[in-house]
């Protein structure tokens, strides 16, 4: 499994694009998605709420079990997929591309420097 | 992989969905080796048997199953068994992975003590495949040496697949026509590759959930347990409790006569979210009963459960509302089975 090296990974298997300076977008990562399985149900916060790092923003469910998905960032909810309430399959076919949850305005990007590239990614899930 | 029952259980292989699609569509098999295997013998064991199980096995054919309960003496339900009649002397039960010992115990408790049943637990040195789906017939019929058209539903006969004899029940946990073989342990791979030759997908126990869930069936330890009665599980017609010799029998005629202050229903979700076991049933305001087992069902496309919920509650179209995680979702109370296959 290869994890793409131009976004930002979460020990809770999130990633994290950088779209601009103010501006990122969140997803799950394949790994997640394998272990969860089929997705059944995704449920995500409504552009204009705030979302908090570290933090519980919304929840996935597969058949098998249903966790929760926590924020890398700390900003407001700007976009958010609405594919994801109709197809949330998408999770598992494109978890980076087509499958991303939420798009977040942050105060600025660098609090992105904590979290993971995805050579230390790789190794996380090994350790 | 998960624990389950005692055993390592994969929970799936390829994905749930596409392996429940596998057993309605064409055919899929379960390694179902962690269920128990009981052989009760001897010029008592109908006779022994029928004491413990719910229903009267001395009247079972040859070569016939029957589902049932085993129940103790408060009616509570032990565990939910298959028994097979192999010969007239000779039956065989299974236990849930997880009730092996229990069953074992309550076995041993009321076993006479003459020689004239002896119990066998063949369950480490034989194997179990379940091989379910529309096309488990032609599938199976492809690595049998005899024409499966004589194993009828709820049949078991001796024959040989893949050139080793093993006995072929007409049985299964899915809803589906299928087939469960019990070979032993040193052949089990080769008939597991050769039935995936012919076209069965390995499937692990998410679809097995959802299959069940789907045709009706009941998990023990989920949807039912000790705490239980039959009558509250709505397994009436699997209790024959009209048997002096019966041990639970006199319990089971007095609650009986008592309509049930709870009962399992099934229930189709309405509003968006998925019931999970343990969720609180409520009537919008006040709680009226738990989720025992709940699953998206890919053959619906719906999302699905069963539950106890207090009398008043059960009716078929009543609205229930599932408490999941704070929000209270729209359901209503369906008809078992949700799945039923056309015959």
């Keep these: 499994m290869s994890y793409p090296a131009d976004i930002k990974y979460t020990k809770e298997h999130e990633w994290v694009r950088v779209e601009s300076d103010t501006e990122v977008v969140i997803g799950i990562t394949t790994y997640a998605a394998d272990e969860l399985g089929d997705v059944v149900f995704v449920e995500l916060p409504e552009p204009g709420a705030k979302v908090v790092s570290h933090e519980q923003f919304g929840e996935i469910e597969s058949v098998k079990a249903v966790s929760e998905l926590y924020s890398p960032v700390t900003g407001t909810v700007i976009q958010r997929n609405e594919e994801l309430s109709d197809a949330p399959e998408i999770v598992n076919d494109s978890a980076y591309e087509q499958g991303w949850m939420i798009k977040v305005e942050v105060a600025d990007t660098s609090s992105l420097d904590e979290l993971m590239s995805a050579e230390e990614y790789e190794q996380f899930l090994e350790s | ?343």
């Design chain 2, 1 to 343: 992989m998960v624990p389950f029952g005692g055993w390592d259980m994969p929970v799936q292989y390829t994905g749930i969905l596409d392996e429940t699609r596998a057993v309605r569509n064409s055919v899929g098999i379960f390694d179902v080796s962690h269920m128990g295997r009981v052989v009760i013998k001897g010029t008592s064991a109908g006779e022994f048997l029928s004491c413990i199980f719910s229903t009267d096995v001395e009247k079972l054919a040859v070569g016939r199953a029957k589902y049932g309960v085993t129940c103790d003496q408060e009616g509570g339900i032990i565990d939910d068994n298959i028994v097979y009649r192999l010969s007239p002397m000779e039956y065989m039960l299974i236990p849930n992975a997880g009730n092996r010992e229990a069953i074992s115990s309550w076995l041993n408790r009321w076993l006479p003590n003459d020689d004239s049943v002896a119990i066998d637990d063949v369950s480490e040195r034989t194997a179990m495949i379940a091989v379910q789906g529309p096309d488990s017939f032609q599938t199976l019929s492809a690595l049998a040496e005899s024409d499966l058209e004589s194993v009828g539903p709820f049949r078991i006969v001796e024959m040989a697949i893949c050139g080793q004899t093993m006995l072929v029940a007409r049985t299964g946990y899915t809803g589906e026509d299928g087939f469960e073989i019990m070979p032993s342990t040193d052949v089990v791979l080769d008939v597991w590759d050769q039935l995936i030759q012919h076209g069965a997908i390995p499937c692990g126990l998410g679809a097995r959930d959802v299959l069940r869930l789907e045709a009706g069936l009941l998990l023990h330890g989920n949807d039912m347990d000790q705490t239980i009665n039959p009558y509250e599980a709505g397994l009436d017609k699997f209790v024959d409790a009209n048997r002096e010799a019966y041990i639970p029998g006199t319990t089971l005629r007095e609650m009986r006569q008592m309509a049930p202050s709870r009962s399992l229903v099934g229930f189709t979700m309405v509003g968006r979210g998925i019931a999970r076991h343990g969720y609180p049933i409520t009537d919008g305001a006040e709680m009226i009963g738990t989720v025992t087992s709940g699953s998206v069902s890919p053959t619906l496309d719906k999302a699905i459960g069963l539950g106890y919920v207090r009398s008043g509650f059960t009716s078929e179209g009543t609205r229930l509302f599932i408490e999941i995680r704070g929000k209270k979702i729209e359901a209503e109370v369906t008809c078992l089975p949700f799945y039923l296959r056309s015959r």
